[in-house]
């Protein structure tokens, strides 16, 4: 084993491991019963439970769906995130760890992470016509939450959304380049053809922002 | 923010939270979350903000059509709506993809675990989905059961770095209490070493007590070229014997647990010399600190 590596290796893994720990403890809204209703649904998927799958996938399939929207910005494309999203669920239920995060929020990440990736593949496509990124800040239509769906509560949903719409545009459009459409810093600047500099700030600024909206 | 190492990375945080570095930047800025406290509180404060940004994106319902195309394609079965209360329902599917779905009448589970595991039936679903006409999902098996290898290596990865996590804080602990236990003895005696013009800020201390524990601190050691090393020696009348090798901190800090031969009679004189990696049996190079007992 490769020891004399290991204190480097070993302390970024405990700051990135207090990152992820924190990450989603403190969002607010997720129901407790909700959580314990997920856990054993989980547990029960890991076990090779069909049923569990499904359950997993009526009480989450919105907001998972909504966000591969939000980011593909098209219906077959976000279709095709959803089945990947649920078969790595049914595949790596066995390894999710309830104490790292709610269902909601490791189904959330994971639905991003694919979505970014294929934005991404296609982008590295030379043949592209249109780039996506130009929709950065049209929504889509925003339905009421569904009360017997409700994962986060309706209140703290609107909360977040309402602190991101409620930032000056510039940081907006650069915090939902990032988010939504996986730009790098670089690419971001290059978009909006700000300074390196500026885009940052932007950056910075607006989830500082938010933060004291959610956390106020 | 007073420190110059901190300042390229000022708003680095909001960009690592939010995803928008290059790999290269993230491992640079990874790097300097260790030696920034600063940095790493903003990220902790920014990451559940940036997490939060998923929540913005509208709900909406897909078609039922998704539905039963996903829960069937994986699972080989298409289980009731739950919104309609829970039922044991399922239709089970003919084929290798089935699982076992007749739960009912207590059959058996897979356990986790054991027996051909999740990444085994999901492979085994995507060839049959394949050979059945297969379309898009067909194309992606070659790239998912990849994507899912490197996630497993990455799960025993990290379970094996939380124990080294958990083995170094104990070590560290270890080694904190022996230090301790020397330095406050009762019987604890101690010998100081000077910067020499080559070091002239530098400055060390030996603690030891009778049992010839021996705690040697140093600090504002001169960093060295790669290659060179500082070597400790107990300076005898007829040899020096060589100590200890020092591996000092960035900050030129270094401390070292020595066990002192009881053949050797405390204290002598001390000194740190210069020498190449792996230190030499006989000092040959430049004397960087110099301690002699007094009288
Ligand atoms: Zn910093």
Known sequence: MDLPDFGRHASTTMILGMLIDSSDARWPGLAAEARVAD????????????????????????????LAMRIMQDQSDAEDVVQEV??????????????RGSVAA????????????????????????????????????????????????????????????????????????????????????????????????????GLLKLREALHP | MSDPRHEPFDGTSALYAIGALTAAERVTFEAHLEVCLD??????????????LAHTAPPLDPTPALRARVLEQITGAIPAPSAAGHT???????????????????????????????????????????????GWYGAALDRRIVDLQGNVTQATEETLRLRLDAAEARAAAAERDAVLAIVTG??????????????????ARAVWNDATDMVFLASGLPPLPAGDVYQLWFVLPNAPVSAALLNPNDDGSATVIIDVPDTLSLPTTMAIT??????????????????????
Do not use: N
């Open chain 1, 86 to 99: 649920f078969s790595q669920v049914w595949a790596q239920a066995t390894r999710y760890d309830v104490t």
């Open chain 1, 39 to 66: 856990r054993e649904a989980i547990q029960r998927v890991a076990e090779g439970d069909p049923d569990a799958l499904a359950l997993v996938y009526d009480q989450h399939i919105r907001s998972v769906f909504g």
């Open chain 2, 186 to 203: 009762a019987s604890a005696q101690q010998l100081t070493l000077v910067g020499q013009p080559l070091a002239p800020r530098a400055s």
């Open chain 2, 88 to 134: 044991g329902k399922t239709t089970p599917k003919t084929g290798a993809a089935a699982r076992d779905t007749d739960r009912d009448d207590g059959g058996h589970t897979e356990p986790a675990g054991g027996g051909p595991g999740a990444l085994f039936w999901l492979a085994a679903s995507l060839v049959v989905a394949a050979a059945g006409g297969g």
């Open chain 2, 39 to 52: 940095c790493v509180r903003e990220v902790r404060s920014l990451l559940p903000v940036a997490h939060g």
């Open chain 1, 106 to 205: 490791w189904l959330l990440t994971m639905t991003r992470t694919r979505a970014i990736d294929k934005l991404r593949a296609e982008r590295a496509k030379p043949d592209s016509a249109s780039l996506p990124g130009e929709q950065a800040v049209v929504d889509v239509p925003d339905p009421a939450v569904g009360a017997e769906h409700h994962v986060l509560t309706a209140e703290s949903a609107t909360r977040v959304r309402a602190a991101l719409t409620a930032l000056p545009v510039p940081q907006r459009i650069a915090i939902e380049l990032a988010y939504f459409e996986g730009l790098t810093q670089t690419q971001i600047a290059g978009r909006l053809e700000e300074p390196l500099g500026t885009v940052k700030t932007r950056i910075r600024a």
């Open chain 2, 274 to 295: 210069v020498e190449p990696a792996g230190g030499v049996p006989a000092p040959t190079g430049d004397v960087y600190l110099l301690g002699q007992p007094a009288g």
